[in-house]
């Protein structure tokens, strides 16, 4: 079951849903019911869009979306969201003023996560590192250039135990992950998941593979205020999502209106709606 | 420097080009020079399809493409390809004599390469198992769903000493892939790459990888007649090309006419051209 629905707008409006429809975007969500978060980016509905809506459609979290090429509005900051999700959303998407504003929503207790990618971040060119973002997300930013991709394999590795991610079975069945944005935990928050990579090599027929010494943060929370902020360092779509797109032990075929269908593994899923669930506020 | 270009085309017409512009495509590809290779599917241009028209692109590689939502139409029977590529791209594209056509084609000379997805091989629904196509392929295809997903590493493995391959560091540096299409190598062809899972677990903060008794097939080579015919049983494009699409020690920017840029590794992009000019028939 979903609560949200597609419509023709080139803004959303949640809490009676006064969309703009006629806007030229097609891809615009607006949720019928009360919204709980906003999801911001991952281009298009038929494109990386489809996981985290599909995602969120299955675990029946309200959303309202916005893709990547529409710009955020103002009217958006007048919706009492539980979360904003940002993810491969450009910081140029946003006003000066409309990030002062998250920053003081999120001060005021709306959660803020980030999800990673090449406008993510840092990013490709430092996309959000000299934004105020910088200042209430739980990692430190690097300047320039912070992707990082793993040719050969990258576990992720339980750092501490947390709601997020206690019921999953990251011992047991490790996920492997294509690639990260490079970040560096801040000293007030927590680091719930690293990324270890791997160095593998064959030799007289035996694979040898060996853990790089110092993982990279994965998953970081913090707090801002009586806000909860969330650094996820990695791709919800692919390419570096990797395999962590099929983790589970079922395959769930999930859609939200108007987005492709994908098919994907259920502690996939139940990670990222735990994530949202914690970001926004609950447990 | 590439030699092709975009139209707006519903089919393609090479030697000459006399494409049909009044069809509503704007995705088809027609070579401006002789062309060498046709590329059917990948969905599009602005999607998958920017992976291999980015590779041929590169590498010089002249070609015509058409994609996934496009049918195969009679007048590409006329054209002398040198090869043939099909990479997800629909059995029901083609009709039973169109296969019949392609297949009389390769016995005398041309090459065919078939590359993985889920409507590649089996695919999610026994795609060309059941297709004429099974009897000059050199694997054998499963009947039903042939799709594994690995969310654990995957790497590949180098089985036997060929062209396509030699002058890349499988053993020194062996890419990670993210699923595969199962299939079984036949006894008259020769398997190139194998694809080696791993079990990974972690017990006392120390991972343990372990790797799968049994390898899969995963590249396999052989001949119908005068035509080579060539399977890779996973994807060029993500999610299952996994870290492959970045394996290299440099990163390349490709970007065919009309399509999307990629970043890529030089070893991803070499692999390709290394398998696309073998099964055409050179060296």
New interface residues.
């Given amino acids: 079951m979903h609560n949200s629905f597609l419509i023709g707008a080139g803004a959303l409006f949640a809490n009676g849903c006064t969309c703009d429809k006629t806007a030229a975007s097609t891809e615009s969500v607006c949720s019928k019911d009360k919204p709980t978060v906003l999801y911001l980016g991952d281009s298009a509905l038929k494109?990386p869009g489809a996981y985290l809506t599909g995602i969120m459609s299955f675990h029946n979290i309200a959303f309202d979306y916005l893709p990547t090429r529409e710009k955020f509005t103002d009217p958006l900051l007048n919706n009492n969201y539980s979360a904003i999700i940002m993810s491969d959303y450009p910081a140029r998407n946003f006003s000066p003023a409309q990030l002062n504003a998250i920053v003081e929503k999120v001060r005021a207790g709306m959660g803020l996560l980030m999800i990673g990618g090449w406008t993510s971040f840092a990013g490709v060119n430092s996309e959000y590192t000299n934004t105020i973002l910088s200042q209430i997300l739980p990692v430190i930013m690097q300047q320039g250039d912070d992707r990082v991709?793993?040719?050969?394999?990258?576990?992720l590795?339980?750092a501490s135990n947390h709601q997020i991610i206690d019921s999953l079975p990251?011992?047991?069945?490790?996920?492997?992950i294509?690639?990260f944005n490079r970040v560096t935990a801040k000293n007030d928050a927590a680091t719930l998941l690293f990324a270890?990579r791997?160095e593998?090599?064959?030799?007289a027929g035996v694979?040898k593979?060996t853990?790089f010494e110092k993982p990279d943060p994965l998953l970081v929370v913090g707090s801002y205020g009586k806000g909860r902020v969330t650094a996820f360092a990695t791709d919800v779509a692919?390419?570096w999502?990797?395999?962590?797109?099929?983790?589970?032990d079922k395959t769930i075929t999930a859609q939200a209106p108007g987005a492709n269908t994908v098919e994907i593994?259920n502690w996939?899923a139940q990670l990222f709606a735990n994530m949202i669930n914690y970001t926004a506020g609950r447990g």
């Fill in positions: 494109g991709n793993c040719y050969q394999p990258c576990l590795e339980k990251f011992d047991r069945k490790p996920p492997a294509g690639g270890r791997f593998a090599h064959r030799k694979f593979l853990p692919p390419h999502v990797g395999g962590l797109v099929d983790w589970g593994g996939y």
